[in-house]
């Protein structure tokens, strides 16, 4: 499996950016996807997630400011992130895994990409 992000940058509190991942080499005929993120010495904490069908689930702190969305015919996962707080500052990463019971945010992710950073400035 191979995934890997881009649309990171620097962006003032308030501002916005989209994510992307590209994703590869995974069978999965239903599978989650999620973005987490990490700040420096912090746990990494799940962001988003969607399954092969389309339903989503936040952590609470992006709720109303971020989307997660994917394109099947490009194998891309999306992250819109809107009113954007400097505490939203982290590297980020987008993951996938088979898709079972439960909810995908919840997930143990052992497919990762590199990450790709995002800096608020408040």
């Known amino acids: 499996v191979q995934l890997v992000e881009s649309g990171g940058g620097s962006v003032q509190a308030g501002g916005s950016l989209r994510l992307s991942c590209e994703a590869s080499g995974y069978t999965y005929r239903r599978y989650c996807m999620a973005w987490f993120r990490q700040a420096p010495g912090k746990e990494r904490e799940g962001v988003a997630a969607?399954?092969?069908?389309?339903?989503?689930n936040y952590a609470d702190s992006v709720k109303g400011r971020f989307t997660i969305s994917k394109d099947n015919a490009k194998n891309t996962l999306y992250l819109q992130m809107n009113s954007l707080k400097s505490e939203d500052t982290a590297m980020y990463y987008c993951?996938?895994?088979?898709?079972?019971?439960?909810?995908?945010?919840?997930?143990?992710?052992?497919?990762w990409g590199q990450g790709t950073q995002v800096t608020v400035s408040s």
């Open positions: 993951a996938v895994a088979p898709r079972f019971i439960g909810v995908c945010l919840r997930y143990e992710y052992n497919d």
């Open positions: 969607i399954d092969s069908d389309g339903n989503t």
